[in-house]
């Protein structure tokens, strides 16, 4: 008697990412209680399943949920607000400014509910997050029905989120408590970067990192000038400081390191280390192009992350998928370096392995949450179509994603999220312009 299911997808290919990145023709995704039962062929899952719902996706392909491993969400209310200077300049003249006079719970809840909508009609399911208000944010994702990974941000100068380093980690810490019971939201510590946090902050984050098991989710080596005013100050590359500190180990997820040299990547290797690149935040703010062939060459886990609106200025994996394999090729002088398969494991299990979900999220396999997307391959732009895994690198976009189920529940259908009204979302964007026009 076949078994009864909530859901079947029928979709005209399954990328299922683990053990590859091969494009299946004519399978079937069986879920149930919001979890992944089996990836089969069609056939078969008709004769084993019974399901209250089948959803047929003739010409889609259906992957893994995207994750988006390094964002800023708050700052969606940025999007556009200080554009095309260098990262000192960005920050100094123009977004900490901002941020004094306007962050806020409420700020932080709107800018990032905001982003959980843009992600999740993009095919970003998860989101590895870093801003103030951490509270705030998690309530934003909750109600969009995303799952993040909620950054306890710690920098040593005082905001209106809090007043130093003990505030901060203090606040942090009740936060993740209150939120312990809910399964979509994950919390990490989030030292910003080494030029805004002391020593002795982080001595205290990497006992704590170790006491709780909690990821150390930073900033590093963004720009020449981070390192060149370091080893000014310092006599120490930023990178070496940390490792003195006992900061670079399982725990770190190093973000951006775009300027790093040959023993520094043989560091992160022996020191099981994982790292985020933010592609076209790091074109758009000049800080150059991380090294992302010999850091997949040494065995390092690459994840792709969208920075925040204000750097970027889309939260969009696809874009990030695109501009990672065509920037390791014109690097490297080698075409096949980040090939599609690397580019789409990179923004599916890259993000699950670097902010520890790699158990529930990142592939399709039997026992994992069942965050799906489907995107259609029907268009004029995506006809003909010889390889589906290419085509959702280098010729789709996130304008293609059809569904969005997250714990097997559709979240968002052809680019609409279901949970949050396009009207409430289209006020909270101009109530928050004309307020930081004023």
Not at 38 to 64: G, K, M, Q, W, Y
Not at 78 to 92: I, P, V
Request: negative net charge.
């Amino acid at each position: 008697m076949p078994q009864p299911i909530d859901l079947l997808l029928k979709p005209r290919w399954v990328v299922r990412v683990e053990p590859d990145c091969t494009a299946l023709p004519h399978h079937a995704v069986a879920i149930h209680d919001t979890r992944i039962v089996d990836c089969l062929p069609v056939a078969e899952a008709e004769r084993l399943f019974s399901p209250n719902e089948t959803v047929e996706l003739p010409d889609h392909a259906l992957i893994p949920g995207l994750i988006n491993a390094h964002a800023h969400a708050g700052m969606n209310l940025l999007r556009g607000f200080a554009d095309d200077l260098s990262l000192m300049r960005w920050l100094h003249e123009a977004i900490w400014p901002a941020e004094s006079k306007h962050a806020s719970a409420a700020f932080v809840r709107d800018g990032t509910l905001l982003a959980a909508a843009e992600m999740l009609a993009g095919g970003i399911t998860t989101c590895n997050d870093m801003y103030f208000f951490p509270d705030a944010a998690a309530e934003a994702f909750d109600r969009a029905g995303m799952r993040a990974m909620i950054g306890m941000v710690v920098i040593d100068f005082p905001t209106a989120y809090a007043t130093g380093p003990d505030d901060y980690l203090a606040k942090g810490l009740s936060i993740r408590d209150k939120w312990k019971d809910n399964p979509r939201m994950h919390f990490s510590l989030a030292p910003h970067a080494p030029y805004t946090v002391s020593d002795e902050t982080f001595r205290r984050i990497v006992d704590l990192a170790d006491e709780l098991d909690l990821t150390i989710h930073l900033h590093l080596h963004e720009t020449r000038e981070e390192v060149a005013q370091a080893v000014e100050q310092s006599g120490k590359r930023p990178f070496a400081r940390l490792d003195d500190l006992g900061i670079v180990g399982p725990n770190l997820l190093a973000v951006h390191t775009v300027h790093l040299d040959a023993n520094e990547i043989a560091t992160l290797r022996a020191k099981a280390c994982r790292v985020v690149h933010c592609p076209s935040s790091n074109m758009k703010l000049a800080s150059g192009i991380a090294p992302v062939r010999e850091l997949l060459a040494a065995g390092i886990p690459v994840a792709l992350g969208s920075d925040g609106a204000a750097s970027n200025n889309r939260l969009d994996l696809f874009q990030e998928m695109r501009h990672a394999a065509l920037l390791a090729k014109v690097v490297s002088g080698d075409a096949s370096a980040v090939p599609a398969q690397q580019a789409l494991w990179m923004a599916t299990m890259g993000g699950a392995h670097a902010i520890g979900l790699e158990q529930q999220v990142g592939s399709i396999l039997p026992g994992k949450q069942a965050d799906l997307i489907a995107i259609s391959l029907s268009s004029l732009e995506t006809r003909p179509c010889f390889d589906p895994v290419s085509h959702l690198v280098y010729a789709a976009g996130r304008e293609h994603v059809s569904h969005v189920w997250v714990d097997g529940k559709l979240s968002a259908e052809n680019g609409k999220v279901l949970q949050i009204p396009n009207k409430e979302l289209l006020a909270i964007a101009a109530l928050w312009q004309n307020k930081l026009k004023g």
